[in-house]
């Protein structure tokens, strides 16, 4: 690379007024060539004085084309350059064509002024040439990298530009020299631009040593010029390990620190920050709580206590799900199923509450057996919904049927009880006869709801009220009792019959035969409002 500085001087006491200055140079690949890129040229210029003529805009001096470069004011109007002072035009970072040999530099102005009214025709420029001799340099330079951060994939590409009668050598850290093949070329230069790629793939940041010398009478490389470029990759690999205090991200400035327990994670405010990975195995960690990755995940805190299960971004306790639980004890207010709308059980003061449907209302207990102290319940029943249940009122128990309220029956070989309260007790199919507990004492009826039959062997009781007795055999008299006394009758008949005793039989054979009235069914003692036995004129069959 190359610069050239061109100094432009007023040496009148007057001004000099300039339309613009105009600095070619030679472009091309011969020796009378500055450079074969004038694009690439950066142009600059730079005044000796301070203070711009009034009215004026500063000069500024740029590529107007090709190799031709021009110092002018931006408005493309006249210039005035005060007396005795200068202006610089740079040209600089000028690529250097190969061959060597005499660069003439021409410069065009087109001016006038100083001590005479006119040093120059104002319609016509002046010319005059610069001589430059490009010479070809005997030592290697410009070493470089074509990247100087190389990812995972990409190659190392090693440029430089040294004299072409000198052998080249890439020398790795480890001391190991890569030899460099000369390049084919068109035509024999002097002086060349080279390039390698070294064998070696990169892993991590690796200085590499340009070496250049010429071949001595032993065959050995004599070196007498170094030259160094580093070149860093993306992700470097290290064999033997990294030591360091601590690591810290390129973008986001994560930090991990090493201590002498291990490693600590700090986020880019230096707190402690977090660790995300596919898996951890770990032998032990301690933490106050692990949580989701999504921002309404259940986590989990250990107090002194144990471990408490949490869900969403607040300290509502949340749902452990497993497939077996493996514990001494289990404290918990309730337990349900995986399913929120299935039977729950809670657990009072008391003992246990079995709920259903994931409500509040009283649920199921489903067991081969139950072996319990006590059972504390509304009611039990069948496994049916229609089967038979019993209720434990107050009072005692409510046997009812069909899953209703109506009163079902109760069926056992033997109730040994302290005592019955019932409105009705009947035999065990529904044919048989009936026993019914009224305000006055027991009514017996039979199969149709007539008045049945006590059999006994003996009956002990304090007093009998009945509207007549009659003998077991078919046709057996009877005895009515009638409000004057007894009537005996005999045959079934209202006909009088024989009272018969060890001292006394009388037959009674008068002339007047009473009637016998009989109450109707059901009605004893008479009402009030209903004739009694020995006023009723009326003689009817017992219609039972």
């Given at each position: 690379?190359?610069?050239v500085h061109?100094?432009?001087?007023?040496t009148?006491?007057?001004?000099?007024?300039?339309?613009?200055?105009?600095?070619?140079?030679?472009?091309?690949?011969?020796s009378g060539?500055?450079t074969?890129?004038?694009?690439?040229?950066?142009?600059?210029?730079?005044?000796?004085?301070?203070?711009?003529?009034?009215?004026?805009?500063?000069?500024?001096f740029?590529r107007?084309?090709?190799?031709?470069?021009?110092?002018?004011?931006?408005?493309?109007?006249?210039m005035t350059l005060p007396?005795q002072?200068?202006?610089t035009l740079?040209?600089?970072?000028?690529?250097?064509s190969?061959h060597?040999g005499?660069?003439?530099?021409?410069?065009h102005?087109?001016?006038y002024g100083?001590e005479t009214l006119v040093?120059?025709?104002?319609?016509?420029?002046?010319?005059?040439?610069?001589?430059?001799?490009k010479?070809?340099p005997?030592v290697p330079?410009?070493f470089?990298a074509?990247?100087?951060?190389?990812?995972?994939?990409?190659?190392?590409v090693?440029?430089?530009?040294g004299?072409?009668n000198l052998?080249?050598g890439?020398?790795y850290?480890?001391?190991?020299v890569?030899?460099?093949n000369?390049?084919?070329?068109p035509a024999?230069?002097p002086?060349g631009p080279?390039?390698?790629t070294?064998?070696r793939?990169?892993?991590?940041g690796?200085?590499y040593?340009?070496?250049?010398?010429?071949?001595?009478s032993?065959?050995?490389i004599?070196?007498?010029?170094?030259?160094?470029?580093t070149v860093?990759?993306l992700?470097p690999e290290?064999e033997?390990?990294?030591r360091?205090?601590?690591?810290?991200?390129?973008t986001?400035?994560?930090?991990?620190?090493?201590?002498?327990?291990?490693v600590?994670v700090?986020?880019h405010?230096?707190?402690?920050?977090?660790?995300?990975?596919g898996?951890?195995?770990?032998h032990?960690?301690?933490?106050?709580?692990?949580?989701?990755?999504?921002?309404d995940?259940?986590?989990?805190d250990?107090?002194g206590?144990?471990i408490t299960?949490?869900?969403?971004?607040?300290?509502d306790?949340?749902v452990v799900?497993a497939?077996?639980?493996d514990?001494?004890g289990?404290?918990?207010?309730?337990?349900g199923d995986?399913?929120?709308?299935?039977?729950w059980?809670g657990?009072?003061?008391?003992g246990i509450?079995?709920?259903?449907?994931?409500?509040?209302?009283?649920?199921?207990?489903?067991?081969?057996?139950?072996?319990?102290?006590?059972i504390n319940?509304?009611?039990?029943?069948?496994r049916?919904?229609?089967?038979?249940?019993?209720?434990?009122p107050q009072?005692?128990?409510?046997?009812?049927?069909?899953?209703?309220?109506?009163?079902g029956?109760?069926s056992?070989?033997?109730?040994?009880?302290?005592?019955?309260?019932?409105?009705?007790v009947?035999g065990?199919?529904?044919?048989?006869?009936?026993?019914?507990?009224?305000?006055?004492?027991?009514?017996?009826?039979?199969?149709?709801?007539?008045?049945g039959?006590i059999?006994?062997?003996?009956?002990?009781?304090?007093?009998?009220?009945?509207?007549?007795?009659?003998?077991?055999?078919?046709?057996?008299g009877?005895?009515?009792?009638?409000v004057?006394g007894?009537?005996?009758?005999?045959?079934?008949?209202?006909?009088?019959g024989?009272?018969?005793a060890?001292?006394?039989e009388e037959k009674h054979g008068?002339?007047?035969?009473p009637?016998?009235?009989r109450l109707?069914?059901?009605?004893?003692?008479?009402?009030?409002?209903?004739?009694?036995?020995?006023t009723?004129?009326?003689?009817?069959?017992?219609?039972?």
């Amino acid at each position: 690379m190359g610069t050239v500085h061109v100094v432009v001087s007023n040496t009148h006491r007057s001004e000099v007024t300039c339309r613009h200055i105009d600095v070619l140079i030679p472009t091309g690949a011969g020796s009378g060539d500055l450079t074969d890129d004038a694009a690439a040229i950066k142009a600059s210029i730079a005044r000796s004085y301070l203070t711009l003529p009034a009215g004026e805009e500063a000069p500024d001096f740029a590529r107007h084309s090709g190799g031709r470069f021009r110092a002018a004011r931006p408005s493309k109007l006249q210039m005035t350059l005060p007396a005795q002072e200068s202006l610089t035009l740079t040209l600089e970072n000028i690529p250097v064509s190969d061959h060597p040999g005499l660069v003439l530099i021409e410069i065009h102005e087109k001016a006038y002024g100083g001590e005479t009214l006119v040093t120059s025709m104002p319609g016509y420029p002046s010319y005059t040439k610069l001589a430059l001799v490009k010479q070809t340099p005997q030592v290697p330079q410009n070493f470089r990298a074509e990247h100087s951060l190389v990812g995972a994939g990409q190659n190392v590409v090693l440029h430089w530009d040294g004299p072409t009668n000198l052998t080249y050598g890439i020398r790795y850290p480890d001391g190991s020299v890569e030899r460099v093949n000369p390049p084919v070329r068109p035509a024999p230069i002097p002086y060349g631009p080279y390039h390698h790629t070294p064998t070696r793939s990169l892993t991590r940041g690796t200085t590499y040593t340009l070496v250049a010398g010429t071949p001595g009478s032993d065959g050995h490389i004599q070196e007498g010029y170094f030259l160094t470029t580093t070149v860093h990759a993306l992700i470097p690999e290290f064999e033997s390990g990294a030591r360091a205090l601590w690591v810290e991200g390129t973008t986001d400035r994560g930090r991990v620190t090493f201590t002498k327990d291990g490693v600590k994670v700090d986020d880019h405010n230096h707190v402690l920050g977090t660790v995300a990975a596919g898996t951890a195995d770990v032998h032990d960690v301690r933490t106050e709580k692990v949580e989701g990755k999504a921002a309404d995940s259940g986590w989990i805190d250990f107090p002194g206590t144990g471990i408490t299960v949490h869900h969403g971004p607040s300290d509502d306790l949340g749902v452990v799900t497993a497939e077996r639980i493996d514990v001494n004890g289990v404290n918990t207010k309730w337990v349900g199923d995986r399913d929120r709308g299935k039977g729950w059980i809670g657990f009072p003061q008391l003992g246990i509450d079995v709920r259903k449907d994931g409500g509040q209302e009283p649920g199921t207990v489903a067991a081969d057996k139950a072996d319990l102290n006590g059972i504390n319940t509304t009611w039990v029943q069948g496994r049916g919904t229609t089967d038979g249940r019993i209720e434990f009122p107050q009072s005692g128990i409510n046997v009812r049927k069909d899953g209703g309220q109506e009163r079902g029956t109760v069926s056992a070989d033997t109730a040994d009880l302290n005592s019955v309260t019932a409105q009705w007790v009947e035999g065990p199919s529904g044919t048989k006869s009936r026993l019914a507990f009224t305000d006055t004492g027991v009514k017996i009826t039979d199969p149709h709801g007539h008045r049945g039959t006590i059999v006994a062997g003996e009956t002990n009781v304090r007093s009998v009220v009945t509207p007549w007795v009659s003998g077991p055999q078919e046709g057996a008299g009877w005895i009515t009792f009638r409000v004057e006394g007894v009537d005996v009758m005999q045959h079934s008949k209202v006909s009088f019959g024989t009272i018969r005793a060890a001292t006394y039989e009388e037959k009674h054979g008068g002339t007047g035969r009473p009637l016998h009235r009989r109450l109707d069914p059901y009605d004893w003692p008479p009402k009030s409002d209903k004739k009694t036995p020995s006023t009723s004129s009326s003689l009817r069959e017992d219609p039972e």
